[in-house]
């Protein structure tokens, strides 16, 4: 079962681009970059050569005596069983990160052989390249990828559905017999989460149980991490921040909290592991703003931040939340005060926007969820796990800044009513191609 992914797109618009540089895809381990970029070879190159610096140890040689394009390929070759032509072969270098000098021959690869298409990727390479070692500057393209999206699952669970909401284009009311549907498959989506091998085991094998195991095996992989890429006396401190968000985002009040880590933490012992977390793509933090208010970063606030998971199905695997759930109709929209709607909200804002959200917090007297920048406009959205959409917070913040547009997300349909949008909560992924309607 191959999960088609959107990203797909960008890889072959890559390729076709005239002034093409080697590409450096990044995303946490287990999103499915390998098979994507693996698949994308497949379908547009006559050939791939596929080298792995995790599992071929031995390759790292070839760039640590030449700086060459020529000779590595050369290299590259006879490994590879067959030469490596350019244009028609897709040259991919997987788990780049463990291989420094891989990723600074890139700067020579653009510079004096453009005409190799080759893709690098790492689960850990934004780690890597934090620590700037010779880092080819502006040599390289970046993408990356993230957990599965809910439309990306609902095209491979249910095609004419997915068929259905890909093609509305008017603000209309969806009619119930879809509706209801869609947040029958939503309400699963938050069960399997976006790893691709979860949504598998439950499509292909309706196994709640190898579900459970696949997650929990996940979240293992992620913290056997931990102990292979940090330092000794840091893997506590980054095992205690990774293990304390769900409780984190369990209070009203989501507000990334040290002293909620374990007691007597202060900021300035933990704020490597929350980095280092950042950059392994396995959370996402946004930053307060006290205005919003061009340019939005000028006015972030570094010190209150939330913290959010990479993954929806992970965060309620964390949370101990069993499957069964989903025998309580839309309870587990609301779960955690609504936190694992927001998990949901978040990641598909920031693979459709970009990877900087932020909220607004006036005075712990009214809350935002997230602050989003479209073009030259600035939305407000909240996040309503049901049906009830009562929102102080909304009304306070249009009072004070008088927003062009504010977006819900709830389980009411989709409309537009004295400049609110509400968009259902299935529908998030097309939120772009919404806005761009109006």
Wanted: aromatic share 12%; hydrophobic share 40%.
């Amino acid at each position: 079962m191959n999960i088609e992914r959107d990203l797909f797109g960008e890889l072959v618009r890559w390729k076709s681009k005239k002034t093409r540089k080697p590409l450096l895809l990044q995303g946490a381990r287990q999103v499915g970059k390998t098979w994507l970029i693996k698949y994308f070879g497949a379908k547009e190159f006559n050939n791939v050569a596929y080298f792995n610096f995790e599992e071929q140890q031995e390759l790292k040689q070839f760039f640590e005596i030449s700086k060459q394009p020529k000779r590595i390929i050369d290299n590259l070759s006879i490994v590879n069983g067959r030469a490596i032509e350019p244009d028609n072969t897709l040259i991919i270098f997987d788990e780049i990160q463990e291989c420094n000098d891989a990723i600074n021959s890139l700067k020579y690869f653009n510079e004096n052989a453009s005409e190799y298409a080759i893709i690098g990727s790492g689960s850990l390479l934004g780690v890597s390249l934090s620590k700037g070692k010779s880092f080819p500057v502006g040599q390289v393209e970046f993408l990356t990828l993230y957990p599965v999206s809910f439309k990306e699952f609902l095209d491979k669970s249910d095609s004419i559905l997915y068929k259905y909401i890909n093609n509305i284009s008017e603000i209309n009311a969806i009619p119930d017999i879809f509706f209801n549907k869609l947040v029958e498959k939503l309400r699963l989506y938050f069960i399997t989460g976006g790893m691709p091998e979860a949504i598998k085991s439950v499509l292909k094998n309706n196994n709640i149980q190898e579900l459970q195991q696949i997650q929990a095996n996940i979240i293992q992989a992620y913290k056997l991490d931990f102990s292979k890429h940090i330092r000794t006396s840091d893997i506590p401190k980054v095992d205690y921040v990774w293990s304390s968000i769900p409780s984190q985002l369990s209070r009203e009040n989501k507000k990334f909290l040290y002293r909620s880590i374990k007691t007597g933490a202060r900021a300035r012992e933990y704020e490597s592991a929350l980095l280092w977390l950042k950059q392994a793509g396995l959370i996402h933090i946004i930053n307060k703003i006290s205005k919003p208010a061009f340019p939005i970063s000028s006015y972030a606030d570094l010190s209150s931040f939330k913290v959010y998971l990479l993954d929806v199905g992970l965060l309620r695997s964390m949370s101990n939340l069993h499957p069964d759930i989903l025998k309580q109709g839309n309870t587990l929209f609301s779960e955690f005060k609504g936190a694992f709607a927001e998990n949901y909200i978040l990641q598909s804002l920031i693979s459709q926007f970009s990877n900087e959200q932020y909220y607004w917090s006036s005075d712990n007297m009214a809350e935002i969820d997230f602050i989003l920048q479209h073009k030259n406009t600035i939305i407000p959205i909240e996040v309503k796990a049901e049906t009830n959409i009562k929102s102080k917070s909304l009304i306070s913040y249009s009072k004070k800044y008088n927003p062009e547009i504010k977006i819900r997300y709830s389980l009411r349909n989709l409309s537009i009513d004295n400049k609110v949008l509400n968009i259902p909560l299935f529908m998030v992924d097309f939120t772009k191609n919404i806005l761009e309607t109006l």
